[in-house]
């Protein structure tokens, strides 16, 4: 997970979503590379990125629970960041303060 820590990509919402889905299925890794390669994102270019991914995820089931909730909020982030979420959100709010032919 220590990609997700440094310099936020787009690439980073679905590498945060594949975690998360490791951490869910205790720790299977098919459950892991199976949602990267929906996003189209491979082993290989995993260890191209300017912060290469080189090993796979480790599965710790103690801290497995605390691990969800931590990166269940940073993914909210990251979608806020990433995929214009709060474009779309502030344009809803200033609607109703704009005059009819900028509505």
Known sequence: HQKLHNNSTPDDIPICEA????LRSDGN????YAHLETA????RRLQTFERPILQ????????KNGLIDE????????KAVHSGADLARAAAAAAGHLDGGLN
Do not use: D, H, M, T
Not at 19 to 22: E, G, I, S, W
Not at 56 to 63: A, C, D, G
């Open 29 to 32: 890794l098919k459950a892991f």
């Open 40 to 43: 189209g994102i491979n082993r």
């Open 56 to 63: 796979e995820p480790v599965f710790f089931p103690s801290i």
């Open 71 to 78: 990166f269940s909020r940073y993914l909210e982030v990251l």
């Open 19 to 22: 975690y998360l889905a490791f």
